[in-house]
């Protein structure tokens, strides 16, 4: 399997507006049906409190954030503990297609795979390996033609900065519809439960949308620019204040 390039990224910014970001989380994980799982991982965990809430909600078990990004790990390892009844929550750094899922009766993954091109081949090597009657739940933003995206893939395409930046920002070929995933999924034999959500998020504060996007979908580009050009700040700020997320 081909290997995704880990970006240094910023837990600071990304749990600003960390409410609006965990929605999805508790909605996935609302649909998951297991009731006392001995493993559960969560691929892509980020720094901040979502994943100390499978803990809550399955005590006795071992509960696993694992993520590619150092930073991210750092940041949620105040969060480790134990429970009464045997149960752990850990953290660890490690790149998604190295991780074991087979030991696994719960595997979530929440906003990660996007960033993976060959996320569809590491989901069909999850599928394969995950033990029978395990849960594997998912998902992927679908707002690659929100005009807050539109706006970056056209701003890194317009100006001094665009060779460096060419192919950076990925667009809405990056994942498939929840047709697709099901099909992809249900070839293989599994029972599937897919559906799509849109979220309308109120944000406030100084520049929201552009705050929101420096935490995740800009961040390749502006990571990009740190190491090669100058910073597009104050040539991406103005549409985005005009616009929504």
């Not at 949308?209 to 995740?216: A, D, H, I, Q, S």
């Amino acid at each position: 399997m081909g290997q995704h390039v880990v970006m240094a990224r910023d837990p600071e910014q990304y749990v600003k507006f960390v409410a609006e970001r965990e929605r999805p989380f508790h909605d996935l994980v609302a649909r998951v049906g297991a009731t006392e799982p001995w493993t559960v991982l969560d691929i892509g965990c980020g720094p901040d409190s979502a994943t100390a809430t499978l803990l809550d909600r399955w005590p006795a078990s071992t509960v696993v954030g694992v993520d590619a990004s150092v930073e991210m790990i750092a940041a949620a390892a105040a969060l480790r503990r134990r429970t009464d009844v045997g149960g752990s929550l850990e953290f660890s750094v490690e790149d998604a297609h190295g991780v074991d899922v087979s030991h696994a009766d719960v595997v979530i993954s929440n906003a990660m795979l996007q960033w993976i091109p060959d996320h569809r081949d590491l989901l069909r090597h999850w599928a394969a390996t995950m033990r029978c009657g395990a849960w594997l739940a998912f998902q992927v933003p679908g707002n690659f033609d929100a005009p807050s995206h539109r706006l970056m893939r056209e701003t890194a395409a317009d100006g001094p900065w665009a060779a460096v930046l060419r192919g950076v920002l990925r667009g809405p070929e990056s994942v498939d519809d929840a047709q697709g995933y099901a099909a992809l999924l249900m070839e293989q034999g599994h029972t599937v439960d897919a559906w799509e959500t849109t979220y309308i998020q109120w944000l406030t504060g100084r520049d929201p949308v552009l705050e929101w996007v420096k935490g995740t979908g800009l961040r390749p580009a502006t990571a990009t620019l740190e190491r090669n050009a100058p910073r597009p700040g104050a040539t991406v700020r103005p549409g985005l204040r005009r616009t929504t997320s």
